[in-house]
């Protein structure tokens, strides 16, 4: 009688050792493929980080050279990008003004207007070349530390003004400056509230930092032809919020 149960507690024993080895097996190979799983994400997430731009455009927006196009942080224009029209602006300046020629006629036009309303406008800044933006840019890392300047400056290819489309505007009250107060100004006021006309919007406004990259910039205006700045003006949205809601912009 004891050496039967003796032989039954052995069996009962084994059993339990089985039962025991084959959830150890399970458990290790369940724990494999997560590991292998989550090895295969991180190299997919990984790869995803390497591609770029990370958003695709499938309009004028993503068009070199196009007055529409969208030109940013993610959407960068060549090293040896150059506008085939640049002309040189015959308004008051800090500088010698280059702009493409429909930017340049419309922002004529923008000058006479403000001009017949008692406002006198001036141009800072307008083309730059990939190699004077980084000139600036480096400069800004320098004085300032580089989080500081991505904030208020573009590193070379990722700024507008190398499209030929973008000015930045002062006054007198300003002496020339661009200081975000331009908008406290009787010229600032008059340029946010009639831009649109003239095809022009203010690119970086308040409230739009988290998606434009930049901290407000009142004075830097973008041409993009006078339907197209109107559109964008009403919609209270900055530019690439605006492709984005209106279709012309998908996110991968």
Request: glycine share 6%; aromatic share 8%.
């Amino acid at each position: 009688m004891r050496k039967e149960q003796r032989n039954a507690f052995i069996l009962k024993r084994r059993q339990w050792l089985l039962i025991g080895l084959l959830m150890l097996i399970v458990f290790l190979s369940t724990a494999s493929l997560h590991f292998i799983k989550s090895q295969s994400q991180g190299q997919q997430t990984q790869n995803k980080k390497k591609a770029a731009p990370v958003v695709t455009l499938n309009d004028k927006a993503a068009e070199s050279g196009s007055i529409e196009q969208l030109v940013n942080k993610d959407h960068l224009l060549l090293a040896d990008y150059v506008p085939s029209d640049l002309v040189g602006l015959s308004l008051k300046s800090v500088r010698p003004v280059q702009m493409r020629r429909e930017a340049a006629e419309a922002l004529t036009k923008m000058f006479d207007a403000a001009s017949r309303d008692g406002i006198t406008l001036s141009a800072n800044s307008g083309y730059r070349s990939y190699a004077e933006q980084k000139t600036i840019y480096d400069q800004h890392v320098q004085s300032m530390g580089e989080a500081k300047a991505n904030a208020i400056s573009s590193k070379p290819g990722e700024s507008e003004h190398q499209t030929g489309l973008a000015v930045d505007l002062t006054c007198d009250e300003m002496e020339g400056d661009l200081q975000q107060t331009f908008v406290d100004t009787d010229e600032g006021k008059w340029v946010a509230a009639h831009a649109q006309d003239y095809g022009y919007i203010v690119r970086f406004p308040k409230g739009a930092e988290k998606i434009t990259g930049y901290e407000y910039e009142p004075w830097h205006l973008r041409y993009l032809g006078v339907d197209l700045a109107k559109k964008v003006k009403k919609s209270g949205l900055c530019y690439e919020a605006y492709l984005k809601k209106y279709g012309k912009q998908a996110i991968k």
